[in-house]
Every structure is written in C-alpha cells, then in structure tokens.
C-alpha cells in the first residue's frame, strides 16, 4: 500500500515514515501543502496522513480542496489539538477519521484498515496460500470446507503469515504487531491466539507450524 | 465568563424613581406657592371689596354733613349703612365726631384722626367690643370760611363675612393646589418614564441577547447614551477577543505539547521494534506507557478546560441521541476491535430528540467509551443501552471489567481522582470530571453502578424536553 504523510514537523515525520517502512508499507513525505498538492498530482496513493497546522496554510484548505476536486483517496487526519473543537470540522470537511497525537500505531493501522475496508479500494484484498483465502475485506478465511470469521486480532497475525508463508516469526516479533504497547500481555497470550488459529486452519491445506525456540510458521500440510 | 457577568451589581435606587421624586417635589413647592398666592390675591381682593364699601359709606356719610348757624348737622343718610349690610350679617359700627364730642353714634368707637383734612380715606384694623373689626376714617372740615369744624367720620364693620369669604377661597385655592399638584405629578411621571426610554432600550437590547451574542448593541441611544453604549460595544470586542484567544490558546496549547510527544512515541515504537532483548524492550515499553500517560493527561486537561470554556456559553442544537451514539461507537470501534472487543448498542425504538451541544456531549459520550475499553478485558463485550427512565434520556454503558473499587462512587467526578484498582491503565483520572460536567451543562446526572467481578455500568442521564 501507498500512503502520503503530510507533515511539517521534521522528526515526526521521519519517525512515522520509519514505523510505516518496518511493516512494508511505501510512505511519501510532503513537509507542506504545496508539496502535498503537487505529490497527489503526480502518484495514487491508497491513504493520505494530514496534519492540520502546516507553514503554509490549514490542512483543512487542503481537505476541502481535496474532495471538491472528487479526489476519492481516503484521508485520515493526525490532529494535535483538541478533540472537543476539531472533531465536527474535520468530519464536515470530509475527512475520513482522525488521529490525535501521539497515536498509537497499532490505532492508526487499525483505522486505516477500517477507512479501506469501507473505502472498500483495497487493490488486493485476497491472499490465497495451499488452497485457503484470506479476505481481509470481510477477515474471513474460506477453505473447502467453508467460510470462518476472524476477529480482529486472529485476522492480523492470519495476514502476518500469509504475507510471508514459510517465514519463521519470533514469539517476540508477533507481540509487537499483536499488541498495543500501552497493553501489559504475557509472552504465552500469543500461545493462546495461534491455538486458535490453528483451529480455523483445522481441516485446511494450511497449517502454523511450531518451531522450537524460533517460533512459528505457516506451512503447507503434507 | 462567569466572574465577569456574576459580579454583584450595586444598585442605588431607580432613576426613574429619583426623577418622580424630584419633579414631584417641585410640583408639590409649586402647588403650595400656587395656593398661596391664590388666597393672598383673593384675600386682598375681598378685603379691598369691603374697604371700598366702608369708604364709600363713610364718604356718604361726610357728604351729608352741613353746618347750620356753626353747628354741624347730619342727617345720616340711611343707604350709608345699608350699602353695607347688603353682604352678610355682620354689624355695622359708625361714629361721627366733632372736635371729639360725637355727634351721632358709638361714643367708644375711637379711631386716632388726622389732624388735617384729607380726602383719602384711612383704614384700620382692629378689636371692638371683643371682635375684629375693619374701621374706615374720613375726616372734613365743615363750615363756612370763617367758622371751620373738623369732623371725623369713622365706620366699622364685623370681619364675618370675610372670614367666610377667605374660608371659601381658602378651599378653592387647596383645590386648586391639589389639581396641579395632581396633574404636575402625572405629568412627571410621564416625562420621567420618556427620558429613561431609550435606557431601557438599551438595557433591554443587551439582556435580550443570548450568552453567546457577542455582536455590538445597535439600539438606538440619545447623544447622552452614546459613550456608555460605545464603552459596551468595546467591551464586546475585546470580550470576544479574549473568548477567540482562549480558544486558540487551548488549540494552540494542545499542539504544542501533542507534537513532540508523538515524535517522541513514534521513535520509540521504532526503536521497540528493532530491539531484540527483551529487558531493552520493556524498558521502552515503560517509556511508551509514560509518554502515553503524559499525553492522555495533557489531552484531557485540555478537553476539560474546552469544556468548561464551552459549558460557559451553551449553544443547543437539536440532535438525535441514537445517532450521537452511533457516531461514537463508530469512532471507537477500531480501538475496541484491536482489544478484540465489541460493542453492542440496543435501544428501545423510542424517540431519543434532545437539544445539547453535540460537541460536548459527543466528548462525554467519547470519554465514557474510552474508559470502558481501557478497563475492559480482552475478548469482552461493551453494551450500549439507550432508553428512557421516568423523565429522563438514559444512555447506559456497561462493561465487563475490573469495576470501580477503593473509591467512593462520588469521588470519581471529582478532578484527578481515581479508584485503587485502575492498576497500570493509563488515566488521568478527569474523563468522569468531564462526563459529569457535560452532563451537569445539559441539566441530567451521571450515576455508576458497580458489582465486584460483575464490571461496571455508567449511565447519562439527560432529561427529557
């Protein structure tokens, strides 16, 4: 996926483009308006970041420039003031949701997910891996056998797997992307999420398989 | 705001009191001079009358007078007293004295006469026979050139009938006193209550104004009115001014504070991810969870002073309960869905119209949300329950967490208060504060329940049109 951050603030900026490259995500940075209007004249970009207070104007000029000119790209802004005076504007204006800073990413992905999944402008929203179908427009995994509902956090370590099948990943690694770091989690509730993955996959072509002191992996059965 | 308008006002009588007093005091001076000079003309007028009428006898009587042989002789003409008697009953004295032997009439009626003959008429007044009398002294001289005699004339008369006539005039003037004083004071009033119009123009063009109408008066003042109207209109400005900068200051204020802690948290979720020993990584989970606090606090406190500020100058809009709540429950989902939580909304299919502030009460609702989700367990359920209670909108939260313990139920509207058992959550401990406030602004109450193991429920009430 491709997204636009709009930010002014330098470090900011670097570290949010950082967090974004960790997951594999493509992140292009406009520092001001004029760079942010000249980035989406150029490149698609599956979700636009959009701070609010930038050098050279309101951030909300730009949104509502934006959806006059039917620019369908969804827009999530990052906005550093108060929630109780913003939050009716920003809606109006057409802003998709809103972050307040300092966000937690797991928040912000969560949201960007669900702005897609309404959107419903996700390029590629099927993985299929040894004949099971992850939809993660509806986090669903269909299988022959049929369709299962995932919630939320099966969904995301089902996507983290799929994403890359055969790949060992550590106990510590799935943590990171399961959790909120603002959450106090055990090492085994990561145990109990992919028992119970396992037992969706019950029945399937696919399976997480355990290997021992490096963690798991999703592997074709035999 | 509410030092501003509250401050007691110290008011020292009505104006327009004061000015019917006055002018009705004036009036009352002017009906007494009035009174007065009505009666001492009237007086004068009905005294003269009788003077006239006893000098006229009195002169009758000296054009009777002739000398026979150096006597003098009278032959009093008879209409010299009757002219007098016409008026009333009073008694009629008279008294004709030659060289001081009297000639005809009372002997004791004595009147000082002038020495030398006049033609004027003297008048006099005094007590005879134990009764006031009007005396009228002519005095001739009568005789040939060679034989002269003075001969004074003096007629009395009772003061009776003017007594009567001066009572009669006396209640005339009251009357008359009374009727201006009346109509003066009538006319006061009046003028009193037309002067102080355009004051009350103004008056009434300010207190008609809502809390939240900060254009300039534009009534109609008279020239005197002008500076305190322009001393209001400026005060208007640099009141919104100071409201606008509030505002700005609060927003201004959160971003300062908000931005270089999301750099802060961003780099250090950056850095979480790249550390692989796990003593590292909760050291900077701790760090995380710090920042995490700071900026929670940081954004309620701000979210309380908005609203306050915004509670101060209530603006009501018409809203739908059901649809406020929905909007929340949309906004949080994505938070929820992460702790893999849903959140069920029921409600009674009732009409749930309320005119509030939406901001404010989307910001309770919002916080009350947040709580519930921050307590909440993994995999739970939050249930949203809209219904009516009485005469009351009641939107209920229920939970399935920890509860509220170690407090008393009360003290959770109190400002950085919290219960014993919020453990590591992140709080600051104002989101019941400022639920409680947005509540209070909108005339209901907040109530929580809470059952050991059985979470807790916090509920809104709002009342009913």
Same mark, same amino acid.
């Given at each position: 996926?491709r997204f636009?951050?709009?930010?002014d603030n330098a470090?900011?900026?670097?570290a $949010?483009?950082?967090r974004f490259a960790?997951?594999g995500?493509?992140?292009d940075?406009?520092?001001?308006?004029?760079?942010?209007?000249?980035?989406?004249g150029t490149?698609?970009y599956d979700?636009?970041?959009?701070?609010?207070m930038?050098?050279?104007?309101?951030?909300?000029?730009?949104?509502? %420039?934006?959806?006059?000119?039917?620019?369908?790209t969804?827009v999530i802004?990052?906005?550093a003031?108060?929630? $109780?005076?913003?939050? @009716?504007?920003?809606?109006?204006l057409?802003a998709d949701?809103y972050?307040?800073?300092?966000?937690?990413f797991?928040e912000?992905?969560a949201?960007?997910?669900?702005?897609l999944? %309404?959107q419903g402008g996700?390029?590629q929203n099927?993985?299929e891996?040894a004949?099971?179908v992850?939809?993660?427009?509806e986090?669903t995994?269909?299988?022959k056998?049929g369709?299962?509902?995932?919630?939320n956090r099966?969904?995301r370590?089902?996507? @983290?797997?799929?994403?890359?099948p055969?790949?060992?990943f550590s106990?510590n690694?799935?943590?990171?992307?399961l959790?909120?770091?603002s959450e106090?989690?055990?090492?085994?509730a @990561?145990?109990?999420?992919?028992? %119970?993955?396992r037992?969706?996959?019950?029945?399937t072509g696919?399976q997480?398989e355990?290997?021992?002191?490096?963690?798991?992996r999703l592997v074709?059965?035999e | 705001m509410?030092?501003?308008f509250?401050t007691?006002l110290?008011?020292?009588g009505s104006?327009?009191?004061?000015?019917?007093i006055?002018l !009705?005091l004036?009036?009352f001076?002017?009906s007494?001079?009035?009174?007065?000079i009505v009666r001492?003309?009237?007086d004068?007028?009905?005294?003269?009358?009788?003077?006239?009428?006893l000098a006229?006898s009195?002169?009758?009587?000296?054009?009777?007078l002739?000398?026979?042989?150096?006597q003098?002789q009278?032959?009093?003409?008879?209409?010299?007293?009757?002219?007098?008697?016409?008026?009333?009953e009073d008694?009629v004295?008279?008294?004709v004295?030659v060289d001081?032997?009297?000639?005809?009439?009372y002997d004791?009626?004595? #009147?000082?006469?002038r020495s030398d003959v006049?033609?004027?008429a003297?008048?006099?007044?005094f007590?005879?026979?134990?009764? *006031?009398v009007?005396?009228?002294s002519v005095?001739r001289?009568?005789?040939?050139?060679?034989?002269?005699?003075?001969?004074?004339?003096v007629?009395?008369?009772?003061r009776?009938?003017?007594?009567?006539?001066?009572?009669?005039?006396?209640l005339?003037?009251?009357?008359i006193g009374v009727?201006?004083f009346?109509?003066?004071?009538?006319? &006061?009033?009046?003028?009193?209550?037309n002067?102080?119009? *355009?004051l009350?123009r103004v008056? !009434?063009?300010?207190?008609?104004?809502g809390p939240n109408?900060?254009r300039?008066?534009?009534?109609?003042?008279?020239a005197?009115l002008?500076?305190?109207?322009?001393?209001?209109?400026s005060f208007i400005?640099?009141? !919104?001014?100071?409201?606008a900068?509030s505002?700005d200051?609060?927003?201004?204020a959160?971003?300062r504070v908000r +931005? *270089?802690?999301?750099? #802060?948290? +961003?780099?250090?979720e #950056?850095?979480?991810r790249?550390?692989?020993h796990s003593k590292?990584? &909760?050291?900077?989970?701790?760090?995380?969870?710090?920042?995490?606090e700071s900026?929670?606090?940081?954004?309620?406190?701000?979210?309380?002073?908005?609203?306050?500020?915004?509670a101060?100058?209530?603006?009501?809009?018409?809203?739908d309960?059901r649809?406020?709540?929905a909007?929340?429950?949309?906004?949080? &989902? *994505?938070?929820?869905?992460l702790k893999?939580?849903?959140?069920l909304v !029921?409600?009674?299919g009732e009409?749930?119209a309320?005119s509030?502030?939406p901001?404010?009460l989307?910001?309770?609702?919002?916080?009350?949300?947040?709580?519930?989700i921050?307590?909440?367990p993994?995999?739970?359920?939050?249930l949203?329950?809209?219904?009516?209670?009485?005469n009351f909108?009641v939107?209920?939260f229920h939970?399935?967490?920890r509860?509220f313990?170690?407090?008393?139920?009360?003290?959770?509207?109190?400002?950085?208060?919290?219960g014993?058992n919020?453990g590591?959550i992140?709080?600051s401990?104002l989101?019941?504060?400022?639920?409680?406030?947005?509540?209070?602004?909108?005339?209901?109450h907040?109530k929580?329940t809470?059952?050991k193991?059985?979470?807790?429920?916090?509920?809104?009430?709002?009342?009913?049109?």
């Open positions: 996926m636009l951050l709009v930010e470090q900011l900026a670097r $949010v483009c950082d960790i997951d995500h493509a992140i940075h406009a520092s001001s308006l004029a760079d942010a209007i000249a980035f989406v490149t698609h979700l636009i970041l959009l701070d609010i930038l050098p050279d104007g309101d951030g909300r000029d730009f949104l509502s %420039r934006h959806r006059r000119a039917k620019n369908k969804p802004v990052l906005t003031r108060s929630q $109780v005076s913003d939050r @009716i504007s920003l809606l109006d057409g949701d972050v307040t800073k300092p966000f937690d797991a912000l992905e949201r960007c997910r669900a702005v999944r %309404r996700v390029a099927r993985i891996f004949g099971v992850l939809d993660s427009l986090a995994l269909s299988a056998n369709t299962q509902n995932l919630r099966e969904f370590l089902v996507e @983290i797997f799929f994403a890359a055969g790949q060992i106990k690694h799935l943590m990171d992307r959790f909120s770091l106090d989690v055990s090492e085994n @990561i145990e109990v999420y992919v028992g %119970r993955l037992k969706k996959l019950d029945g696919a997480i355990t290997v021992r002191s490096l963690g798991y074709a059965k | 509410k030092a501003i509250g007691p110290i008011t020292r104006m327009q009191r004061r000015l019917v006055q !009705s004036i009036a001076l002017l007494l001079l009035l009174f007065l001492g003309v009237a004068r007028a009905a005294s003269d009358t009788q003077d006239n009428i006229a009195a002169i009758s009587i000296a054009d009777a002739y000398s026979e042989g150096g003098v009278l032959e009093l003409p008879y209409s010299a007293l009757s002219m007098l008697g016409t008026i009333s008694r004295f008279y008294r004295n001081g032997t009297t000639l005809t009439g004791d009626l004595v #009147v000082s006469a006049s033609t004027q003297e008048f006099s007044t007590s005879y026979r134990g009764e *006031p009007r005396a009228v005095t001289s009568v005789g040939s050139q060679s034989q002269r005699t003075l001969v004074q004339v007629v009395a008369q009772t009776l009938s003017l007594a009567q006539i001066s009572y009669r005039i006396t005339w003037a009251v009357a009727a201006f009346l109509v003066a004071t009538g006319l &006061s009033l009046w003028a009193a209550h002067a102080l119009a *355009p009350n008056a !009434s063009a300010v207190t008609r104004r109408d900060l300039p008066v534009r009534a109609e003042a008279p005197e002008a500076p305190l109207v322009s001393a209001l209109n400005v640099r009141l !919104s001014a100071s409201l900068r505002e200051f609060i927003a201004e959160a971003h +931005t *270089p802690l999301a750099t #802060v948290r +961003t780099q250090a #950056v850095i979480h790249s550390l692989q590292n990584k &909760s050291a900077l989970r701790e760090m995380i969870r710090a920042i995490d900026s929670r606090s940081a954004g309620q406190l701000l979210d309380h002073a908005m609203v306050n500020f915004r101060d100058q209530f603006q009501a809009v018409d809203i309960l649809e406020l709540v909007e929340t429950v949309e906004r949080l &989902s *994505p938070t929820a869905e893999d939580i849903a959140i !029921s409600d009674t009409d749930f309320f509030a502030d901001i404010l989307q910001n309770a609702l919002r916080n009350v949300l947040d709580n519930a921050k307590y909440s993994p995999d739970s359920d939050i949203v329950k809209l219904f009516h209670d009485s909108h939107i209920s939970d399935q967490g509860g313990e170690g407090l008393n139920l009360e003290n959770h509207f109190e400002r950085f208060k919290r014993t919020v590591d992140v709080g401990g989101g019941l504060t400022i639920v409680n406030e947005v509540a209070r602004a909108h005339g209901g907040v929580i809470s059952n193991g059985e979470g807790a429920c916090v509920s809104l009430f709002l009342p009913l049109a």
